[in-house]
């Protein structure tokens, strides 16, 4: 098992920029796919990015494309979220989550460990 711990969350300014970090600890990392999740209040929780074990192949939901990245450092067995260009409709919790597959996912049932969540809050 993984356990996935969220780190980089905090209350923004619309038009800032927040880097959310996920680090992996228990069974070897490297291996796997990973994805962020994200649940607004009064929300279902909506897929954010996703990328395969090799850093080669990323997915963005269209409402964050072209303002936030993926990217995973292996050696450090961490995930990270580089959010730019925040807007109020990004506040939620964020969510990293892992796979025990090389490709990448899109959906909640795909992940075998979630993190605990970390806040992300924009204000305008």
């Known amino acids: 098992q993984v356990q996935l711990v969220e780190s980089g969350g905090g209350l923004v300014q619309a038009g800032s920029s927040l880097r959310l970090s996920c680090t992996a600890s228990g069974d070897t990392f490297s291996s796997v796919a990973r994805g962020w999740f994200r649940q607004a209040p009064g929300k279902e929780r909506e897929v954010v990015a996703a990328i395969n074990w090799s850093g080669t192949v990323s997915y963005y939901a269209d409402s964050v494309k072209g303002r936030f990245a993926i990217s995973k450092d292996n050696s450090r067995n961490t995930l990270y979220l580089h959010m730019n260009s925040l807007k109020v409709e990004d506040t939620a919790v964020y969510y990293c989550?892992?796979?025990?597959?090389?490709?990448?996912?899109?959906?909640?049932?795909?992940?075998?460990?979630w993190g605990q969540g970390t806040q992300a809050t924009v204000s305008s």
């Open positions: 989550a892992a796979r025990r597959e090389s490709s990448s996912a899109l959906r909640e049932y795909e992940y075998d460990d």
